[in-house]
């Protein structure tokens, strides 16, 4: 459903992706993992018309995407979740969750009300808090409303950067949770960044790598965990920087 070709995208000055290529079947749950400045948010936004790539190709649902506006993938069903939860702040909790379906809000007015419902069902915690300020909710139910306001548009393909960033433990197991959920009842394909890697490989079917603009490890999840590449590099560390004390709660 997803197909990216020898990506090259280059940010400012420094050229960030270096020939990536990846596909996702329909309903699948795919992870990208690496480290800090791998060029993961790049290969997000160059697949959802952010950035624009200088080399490459990528394909939705079998019809050549690349170059296309962020706007109309939209509205072909692509939807990213961007790194830190970017929510309006002063509006509420409803008015966030009807933004991200500003481009069908016209013709199916009538539908808003059912998928807002669909999504607070999903998010309880969106739901005691409606009417609330974005600003007044916590990082994880942010994170949530985030991810409600991307469904909103009723997308084939979820694209998530780092959704379990600043989050505590129990926040990312709910959200992680309804991941699953979702791919499961909306046949969702997902897209998913992190550096939380076990979270990540706890839910995804298959995975890869990148490190310095380029595929280092690809695989299915129980080849990755295995690999003893990413046992060293990532999930040994990963061990470690958990039992620091982290970034704020959620
Ligand atoms: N606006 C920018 N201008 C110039 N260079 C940038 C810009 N944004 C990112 N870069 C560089 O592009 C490279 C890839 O960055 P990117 O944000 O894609 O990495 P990442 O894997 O998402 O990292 P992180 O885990 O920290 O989010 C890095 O070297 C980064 O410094
Ligand atoms: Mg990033």
Same mark, same amino acid.
């Given at each position: 459903m997803l197909r990216v070709e020898n990506l090259h995208t280059f940010r400012g000055r420094i050229h960030a992706l270096k020939g990536v290529g990846i596909h996702l079947n329909a309903g699948e749950i795919f992870a990208v993992v690496g480290p800090n400045g791998a060029g993961k948010s790049t290969l997000l936004g160059t697949i959802a018309g952010l950035y624009r790539s200088s080399q490459g190709r990528v394909w939705f649902e079998g019809a050549e995407v690349t170059g296309t506006a962020p706007e109309e993938l939209v509205r072909r069903g692509l939807a990213l979740v961007p790194e830190r939860r970017q929510v309006f702040q002063g509006l509420s909790v409803r008015d966030n969750l009807l933004l991200g379906a500003y481009h069908r809000y016209r013709q199916q007015r009538q539908t808003l009300e059912r998928d807002t419902e669909d999504i607070l069902t999903l998010f309880p915690r969106l739901r005691q808090r409606? %009417?609330? +300020? +974005? %600003?007044?909710?916590?990082g994880g139910e942010q994170q949530m409303l985030a991810v409600g306001r991307a469904l909103m548009a009723r997308p084939k393909l979820l694209i998530l950067d780092e959704p379990s960033l600043g989050l505590a433990p129990k926040m990312i197991a709910e959200l992680f949770e309804a991941f699953v959920d979702m791919r499961k009842s909306r046949g969702l394909t997902i897209l998913l960044v992190e550096q939380n890697i076990r979270a990540a490989l706890g839910i995804a079917d298959r995975g890869l790598v990148l490190e310095r603009g380029r595929v280092k490890v690809e695989g299915s999840v129980s080849e990755l965990k295995t690999h003893p590449q990413v046992e060293a590099a990532y999930l040994g560390r990963y061990a470690e920087a958990s039992a620091s004390p982290g970034g704020p709660a959620g």
């Open positions: 409606i %009417g609330q +300020a +974005a %600003g007044s909710l916590s």
